[in-house]
């Protein structure tokens, strides 16, 4: 999983997480899900407030929203999340244009590593990415240049992983969850692949080969360009290893 903090923003693949015009506006997310609470305890269908918008599409529609916006798409009749939050009065068209308006806010986010990253006008306001690779719980904490300290947990589910190759020749490996999709392979994976040279079984640590977006490339490994049958690959997560065997092709075509 690649997360990515941008002027106070956190998405995690192409689903937003937290999205903040600055680190202390309230996420449009969170307006809805606030409203959804509201609504739903006052009516006596929930008795405590969903924790996020994913507690309220798992509870609501079966899980079957990743984001307010593929709701808003499938469910509403407005073009936009901006449309429905003002349609639906949930943020009004003068708090709207004024949110819209506001600079980003310079600061520092720290990192569930505890490396710092600053967001200001010096570095472009540059993306932050973050590689996560195995399930868990992960706190980046932001400290905007006015003071103001935001905290964001975010919870990595366990789930069923499979590795699976992204072309016909297998020449390239990346890891799947059925929870949040593609997840980034890093070093905690500790990625191996065995296979056979002239009747003779060979080890490599795959590390090397794993590009910047977590995947698995088989011609920078030491197996290089070739083509090699029964390849067996591993990688740990979450205490257990899963194992992919095929045929690798780094022939050039």
Known sequence: MLYQIKDGTVSAGGQTILSHIDFYIKEKEKIAVDEASYQHIKNGYITEPYKNFQDFSNKCWNGKYKNLEELVKNETPFNSVDEFLIAEELVNRKEYDQLMEREPVTGTIT???????????????????????????????????????????????????????????????????????????????????????????????????????????????????????????????????????????????
């Open 111 to 253: 990192c569930p590593d505890g490396s710092k990253k600053e967001i200001s006008e010096e570095n472009s306001w540059n993306p932050i990415w973050y590689h996560i690779s195995q399930p868990g719980t992960y706190t980046f904490t932001a400290v905007a240049s006015n003071g103001v300290v935001s905290k964001i947990d975010i919870e990595l589910e366990a789930g069923e992983y499979t590795l699976e190759s992204s072309n016909e020749y297998n020449a390239d490996i990346y890891l799947k969850s059925d929870k949040f999709g593609k997840v980034n392979i890093t070093s905690e994976n500790k990625p191996k692949a065995k296979y056979t040279v002239d009747s003779v079984e060979q080890e490599v640590d795959l590390t090397e080969a794993i590009n910047e977006d977590g995947t698995i490339e088989f011609w920078n490994s030491k197996l290089g360009v070739g083509y090699y049958e029964n390849v067996e690959v591993t990688v740990e997560i979450d205490g257990k290893q899963i194992k992919w065997v095929g045929t690798v092709d780094t022939l050039p075509k």
